[in-house]
């Protein structure tokens, strides 16, 4: 079993132990998407590359596209498949295979969210989202940055390493559970506490505020997903825009975006 399968198998664990439906809230699909409205949706053909259990799927097909398609290398799709299924949208694939070699007729637009930074060749992975996108199509990706996360980096990660190779309910419930009830408290404090200057000076402040407004369940989510996955990268600004310089892309179409204090959103058109 390659790099990839196994961190798609992973977070197949993880994906395929929640309940039905999204786990993410409209808000934080469109929060996900932005810039890409609904208007840029309707009536187009999309692909999602790491579709997981279909979280943003089930989401996406209220704002009325032509078709979708999901793909994601891990036996999450079952969940996906099942997922779609309880929406009232029918001209949808769910598809198990390996995002980075993915061939399609190519899509209107093309979206990969929280996966490139997993792969053990994230560069890859993006070439496969523009190789699948039509000329004139749109691209949208979501990753972890490196900027902002140096304590997720030297507290975090070490543990991720040795915490993906156990099994997934003891991440889960001995880890990620608890680490993520501290930060739970961690964060609703920040929330609470910034109107003070010195609070914006935390770390992780800008992160902390936008995930200070979920539940508990959604810290133990957050955290687990951090933990199980044997593999996770931090990239940096340079690296995307090393990336957005490809000349199959249309160089007055990229943007980047800083999400958060700690990911990047970036893309643009193909040419």
Same mark, same amino acid.
């Given at each position: 079993?390659?790099?990839?399968?196994?961190?798609?198998?992973?977070?197949?664990?993880?994906?395929?132990?929640?309940?039905?439906?999204?786990?993410?809230?409209?808000?934080?699909?469109?929060?996900?998407?932005?810039?890409?409205?609904?208007?840029?949706?309707?009536?187009?053909?999309?692909?999602?590359?790491?579709?997981?259990?279909?979280?943003?799927?089930?989401?996406?097909?209220?704002?009325?596209?032509?078709?979708?398609?999901?793909?994601?290398?891990?036996?999450?799709?079952?969940?996906?498949?099942?997922?779609?299924?309880?929406?009232?949208?029918?001209?949808?694939?769910?598809?198990?295979?390996?995002?980075?070699?993915?061939? *399609?007729? @190519?899509?209107?637009?093309?979206?990969?969210?929280?996966?490139?930074?997993? =792969? /053990? $060749? &994230? !560069?890859?992975?993006? %070439?496969?989202?523009?190789?699948?996108?039509?000329?004139?199509?749109?691209?949208?990706?979501?990753?972890?940055?490196?900027?902002?996360?140096?304590?997720?980096?030297?507290?975090?990660?070490?543990?991720?390493?040795?915490?993906?190779?156990?099994?997934?309910?003891?991440?889960?419930?001995?880890?990620?559970?608890?680490?993520?009830?501290?930060?739970?408290?961690?964060?609703?404090?920040?929330?609470?506490?910034?109107?003070?200057?010195?609070?914006?000076?935390?770390?992780?402040?800008?992160?902390?505020?936008?995930?200070?407004?979920?539940?508990?369940?959604?810290?133990?989510?957050?955290?687990?997903?951090?933990?199980? *996955?044997? @593999?996770?990268?931090?990239?940096?600004?340079?690296?995307?825009?090393?990336? =957005? /310089? $490809? &000349? !199959?892309?249309?160089? %007055?179409?990229?943007?980047?975006?800083?999400?958060?204090?700690?990911?990047?959103?970036?893309?643009?058109?193909?040419?």
């Amino acid at each position: 079993m390659n790099d990839d399968k196994k961190t798609a198998e992973a977070f197949a664990t993880s994906w395929n132990h929640l309940p039905s439906g999204s786990v993410y809230r409209r808000e934080q699909f469109e929060d996900w998407l932005a810039p890409i409205t609904r208007r840029d949706v309707e009536d187009k053909s999309v692909l999602e590359l790491g579709c997981g259990n279909g979280s943003l799927l089930v989401h996406l097909v209220a704002w009325q596209p032509s078709q979708v398609t999901g793909v994601d290398l891990g036996t999450s799709t079952s969940s996906a498949e099942a997922n779609m299924r309880t929406t009232a949208f029918e001209n949808y694939r769910i598809i198990q295979a390996d995002l980075t070699t993915f061939s *399609s007729n @190519r899509f209107d637009i093309v979206c990969c969210i929280g996966v490139l930074h997993h =792969l /053990s $060749d &994230p !560069r890859k992975g993006f %070439e496969s989202v523009i190789a699948n996108a039509k000329p004139g199509g749109r691209f949208h990706c979501w990753v972890y940055a490196r900027e902002g996360n140096a304590i997720v980096i030297r507290l975090i990660d070490p543990l991720r390493k040795i915490m993906s190779r156990l099994p997934w309910w003891l991440t889960k419930y001995l880890a990620a559970a608890p680490l993520a009830l501290l930060y739970f408290v961690y964060a609703k404090a920040l929330r609470r506490l910034r109107s003070f200057d010195w609070a914006r000076h935390a770390p992780l402040y800008d992160y902390s505020l936008w995930i200070g407004r979920e539940r508990y369940s959604f810290f133990r989510h957050v955290a687990f997903d951090q933990l199980v *996955s044997p @593999r996770t990268n931090y990239i940096d600004r340079a690296t995307i825009q090393s990336w =957005l /310089s $490809d &000349p !199959r892309i249309d160089p %007055e179409s990229s943007y980047i975006l800083f999400r958060n204090g700690n990911s990047w959103k970036f893309g643009g058109r193909v040419r």
